[in-house]
């Protein structure tokens, strides 16, 4: 049971994610909620390549044992990285509809729809 | 800007930043890190110093087209590693265990680790440092610009 | 070794390292002066078509290529010491591939000659031109990867890169909120697709699409690859705008520049090359293809119905087109998904393949006609100024070309016999009939409300009297729309030309997941 911690909370971590990027109304906390998603991803990718009592899969100055699987990292890595450029993109926007349209909230900022 | 004490904080504490972060994209081959990281942490440098003295003086400092420059070269630079390697495949390590820079032979097993090793890693690992320093920096230069024009 | 043996050898690592080289250098030619970088970008962009023509051209004659990152040789998919797992990023390039390749380089080369003239004089060019370039990237990756992470990753660059240029005209914050919507969706997309791959690589200890559809059908088909696959292929199927989560693509199409509504367009179709591998490749041998077939079939029936129903109710020309798309999107997705509902059955001979050969063909002429009207759309907006409807009127007396080819479209989307939209249709209805004669039906009257639809808004544009003294569009915009009219014209009078080539090894590739794992997996030429 213990060990499946990290899943149950990788599925609340995306119930918690998808809740402020639906329910919340302004921008800038639909960009948390979108990288809250984005963290219970990264943690479901960690948690599928721990072995236990793993240590870092790296031989420098190594203790010895199991590693831990390698390949997740990584993954994880080029995804935290795509996660900054998202982040950055969208809260570029952000200033932008905020300079534009004076307002962050979600129910204001419509202007398509008309 | 902010107090003098702040100010006096960040000048002490920007060179050890950039020396922190130069350190973790040269050994990225080596231990946890890498281009990314240490690009990201030189940044942090840059956003200390953005906060502590304020948007309007750093922008006589740091240029914006500066940074953008840097990033384009440390992308130019690793796609041409990658392009180096083109004889055998794209991408293809060239470098490694050839005796040449990056060139020495993995020892088998637990070591205290060699910098002289692995080949193009280390070279593409400062390519992406250089961009990921050079890209952090814009962006964080370019979104104080903004906030200023909103500001008004 | 000439350089020719050496471009043929490197072609599928090169059709991605061009653009991506030109990208990276183009801010820093832009200090050199406009024509220098524009030069720079046309021949860069041309270079990537020439690649993409010679993969067809490889393609075609000596089979799958498979090409290894960073591999000694290029060629090695499996090392000696991986225990049997293909560890580095693999390309592999099929005819499906290859087409996609093709659609996306084209695209990318007519926005570029379009955007000659209509984005000059406007700020930040050297972004515009890397971000485009990027695009293409994204573009091209999907389509050759091999790689199940590397299909996410370019299908970022592909989102990231789009929705930037989405946001490229500000129109007042208005092209900033579409975008915002853009990347929310996509990003959103993207991590549950991330999802999926982290749980297809927890069972299956690989990567590489081949290796996971290997193991998939030796362990046979579990709980978890369901919700890998419905994560998948509701996500790739959002991002292709299929309806019931085509909400993004009118204010995305609609806010962007016409060249890049073009481009999207043909990014969302990346998506559905995406959706289509995912299906037949990934999932084609284990999974229960009648009902995923019958799935596709009903979002298509869905996307055609509601997209040109929509359609008729905007008022502004590029959202009407966008809804357009939407339903154009449906007719692939019914050609293609009754050749997957009759996958391994004795009726995919009779009908199955002609249907997703009418589905794949249809892609391309969509390409083609729909970028034209984009283009077309985009010209009108750069005389005019507006996107309304009712605020246009007469342009026919002034800008002659743009309404010859702005017909030319019309007339091919609405699938009339010279034009290429015809060929597709045809093939489409005669299949699909075979199957079910309602799913015909449906197709049939879309496609005649489509032409009410496009009829409409050429008499409420060009017709009419004089409303506004402007003149023609620039020659490089012409040029732009010109190519994709001969294209139109080429492939509704001879078919057979793109459907010996393009269309028939594509659908065949896609047909045949068998092969495509032991090519990659060994054996082989």
């Known amino acids: 049971m213990i060990f499946n911690a990290p899943f149950i909370s990788v599925m609340i971590l995306v119930i918690f994610g998808l809740y402020a990027m639906v329910f919340r109304r302004n921008l800038i906390k639909v960009v948390i909620g979108l990288d809250i998603v984005e963290s219970a991803v990264n943690l479901f990718m960690v948690s599928l390549g721990y072995v236990k009592n793993g240590i870092a899969p790296i031989y420098t100055n190594s203790p010895g044992g199991a590693m831990v699987l390698p390949t997740p990292q990584a993954l994880t890595l080029t995804s935290i990285v795509i996660g900054v450029a998202t982040s950055a993109m969208l809260l570029s926007f952000c200033i932008l509809i905020y300079r534009y349209y004076g307002t962050l909230d979600t129910r204001k900022v419509r202007r398509l729809r008309e | 800007m902010m107090s003098k004490i702040v100010r006096t904080q960040a000048n002490f504490l920007y060179p050890f930043i950039l020396i922190f972060g130069f350190y973790i994209v040269a050994h990225g081959h080596l231990t946890p890190g890498g281009g990314f990281q240490g690009g990201a942490v030189i940044a942090t440098g840059i956003a200390l110093v953005i906060v502590a003295y304020g948007y309007d003086r750093i922008k006589s400092w740091i240029k914006k087209s500066t940074l953008t420059a840097t990033e384009s070269i440390g992308l130019l630079c690793f796609i041409l590693t990658a392009f180096i390697g083109i004889g055998t495949s794209f991408f293809y390590n060239f470098l490694a265990n050839s005796g040449l820079l990056f060139g020495d032979r993995v020892s088998y097993g637990v070591n205290p680790g060699y910098l002289n090793t692995a080949g193009t890693l280390p070279i593409m690992n400062l390519a992406v440092g250089i961009e990921v320093l050079g890209g952090l920096g814009a962006i964080l230069m370019y979104m104080m610009s903004y906030g200023k024009e909103v500001d008004k | 070794m000439s350089v020719w043996d050496f471009i043929i050898t490197n072609a599928p690592a090169l059709a991605i390292a061009v653009p991506l080289l030109g990208a990276f250098l183009t801010p820093l030619i832009y200090r050199a002066g406009r024509k220098t970088a524009l030069i720079w970008v046309l021949s860069v962009l041309s270079f990537t078509e020439f690649l993409a023509l010679l993969l067809v051209y490889l393609v075609n004659t000596y089979g799958i290529q498979v090409y290894v990152f960073g591999g000694n040789p290029s060629t090695l998919v499996i090392p000696p010491d991986s225990r049997g797992i293909p560890i580095r990023?693999?390309?592999?390039?099929?005819?499906?591939?290859?087409?996609?390749?093709?659609?996306?380089?084209?695209?990318?080369?007519?926005?570029?000659?379009?955007?000659?003239?209509?984005?000059?004089?406007?700020?930040?060019?050297?972004?515009?031109?890397?971000?485009?370039?990027?695009?293409?990237?994204?573009?091209?990756?999907?389509?050759?990867?091999?790689?199940?992470?590397?299909?996410?990753?370019?299908?970022?660059?592909?989102?990231?890169?789009?929705?930037?240029?989405?946001?490229?005209?500000?129109?007042?914050?208005?092209?900033?909120?579409?975008?915002?919507?853009?990347?929310?969706?996509?990003?959103?997309?993207?991590?549950?697709?991330?999802?999926?791959?982290?749980?297809?690589?927890?069972?299956?200890?690989?990567?590489?699409?081949?290796?996971?559809?290997?193991?998939?059908?030796?362990?046979?088909?579990?709980?978890?690859?369901?919700?890998?696959?419905?994560?998948?292929?509701?996500?790739?199927?959002?991002?292709?705008?299929?309806?019931?989560?085509?909400?993004?693509?009118?204010?995305?199409?609609?806010?962007?520049?016409?060249?890049?509504?073009?481009?999207?367009?043909?990014?969302?179709?990346?998506?559905?090359?995406?959706?289509?591998?995912?299906?037949?490749?990934?999932?084609?041998?284990?999974?229960?293809?009648?009902?995923?077939?019958?799935?596709?079939?009903?979002?298509?029936?869905?996307?055609?119905?509601?997209?040109?129903?929509?359609?008729?109710?905007?008022?502004?020309?590029?959202?009407?087109?966008?809804?357009?798309?939407?339903?154009?999107?449906?007719?692939?997705?019914?050609?293609?998904?009754?050749?997957?509902?009759?996958?391994?059955?004795?009726?995919?001979?009779?009908?199955?393949?002609?249907?997703?050969?009418?589905?794949?063909?249809?892609?391309?002429?969509?390409?083609?006609?729909?970028?034209?009207?984009?283009?077309?759309?985009?010209?009108?907006?750069?005389?005019?100024?507006?996107?309304?409807?009712?605020?246009?009127?007469?342009?026919?007396?002034?800008?002659?070309?743009?309404?010859?080819?702005?017909?030319?479209?019309?007339?091919?989307?609405?699938?009339?016999?010279?034009?290429?939209?015809?060929?597709?249709?045809?093939?489409?209805?005669?299949?699909?009939?075979?199957?079910?004669?309602?799913?015909?039906?449906?197709?049939?009257?879309?496609?005649?409300?489509?032409?009410?639809?496009?009829?409409?808004?050429?008499?409420?544009?060009?017709?009419?009297?004089?409303?506004?003294?402007?003149?023609?569009?620039?020659?490089?915009?012409?040029?732009?729309?010109?190519?994709?009219?001969?294209?139109?014209?080429?492939?509704?009078?001879?078919?057979?030309?793109?459907?010996?080539?393009?269309?028939?090894?594509?659908?065949?590739?896609?047909?045949?997941?068998?092969?495509?794992?032991?090519?990659?997996?060994?054996?082989?030429?």
């Open chain 3, 89 to 525: 990023i693999i390309f592999t390039v099929d005819g499906m591939s290859a087409f996609t390749a093709l659609i996306s380089s084209t695209i990318g080369l007519v926005a570029g000659i379009y955007s000659v003239a209509s984005e000059k004089g406007r700020g930040a060019q050297d972004k515009f031109f890397a971000l485009l370039l990027l695009l293409v990237v994204g573009m091209m990756g999907m389509a050759l990867t091999g790689d199940i992470f590397n299909f996410f990753v370019f299908l970022e660059i592909n989102s990231l890169s789009a929705a930037a240029l989405v946001s490229y005209r500000i129109h007042g914050g208005k092209a900033v909120e579409a975008a915002f919507k853009y990347a929310v969706v996509s990003s959103i997309g993207a991590l549950m697709i991330l999802f999926a791959i982290a749980i297809l690589y927890g069972e299956y200890d690989a990567l590489n699409m081949a290796m996971i559809a290997e193991r998939m059908y030796q362990t046979g088909f579990s709980t978890m690859d369901i919700i890998a696959m419905a994560l998948i292929v509701v996500t790739l199927a959002m991002k292709c705008g299929a309806v019931p989560m085509h909400y993004w693509v009118p204010d995305g199409y609609g806010e962007a520049p016409g060249e890049i509504s073009a481009m999207i367009m043909v990014a969302s179709q990346a998506s559905l090359y995406g959706l289509f591998r995912m299906c037949f490749t990934v999932f084609g041998l284990s999974a229960n293809t009648h009902s995923l077939g019958w799935f596709l079939i009903i979002l298509g029936l869905l996307s055609m119905f509601i997209g040109v129903t929509m359609a008729f109710l905007q008022h502004d020309i590029k959202r009407l087109m966008a809804y357009h798309s939407v339903s154009q999107t449906g007719y692939m997705l019914l050609g293609v998904g009754v050749g997957l509902a009759t996958l391994g059955t004795s009726a995919f001979n009779q009908y199955g393949l002609f249907a997703m050969e009418g589905g794949i063909f249809h892609i391309l002429n969509n390409m083609l006609y729909k970028g034209l009207l984009f283009l077309t759309a985009g010209a009108i907006i750069y005389r005019v100024g507006t996107s309304d409807l009712n605020k246009m009127g007469g342009l026919a007396h002034s800008m002659k070309f743009t309404a010859i080819f702005y017909l030319i479209g019309a007339l091919a989307i609405a699938g009339i016999p010279p034009f290429n939209g015809f060929v597709s249709k045809l093939m489409i209805y005669e299949s699909v009939y075979q199957l079910n004669p309602f799913l015909a039906v449906v197709a049939a009257i879309v496609s005649m409300l489509t032409l009410a639809s496009f009829l409409k808004v050429f008499h409420s544009a060009f017709m009419g009297p004089k409303l506004y003294n402007v003149k023609e569009v620039p020659k490089s915009m012409l040029i732009a729309m010109g190519i994709l009219s001969f294209f139109i014209v080429l492939f509704g009078i001879f078919p057979n030309i793109a459907m010996t080539y393009l269309v028939a090894p594509a659908a065949h590739a896609l047909a045949d997941p068998v092969g495509y794992i032991t090519r990659v997996l060994g054996g082989g030429p």
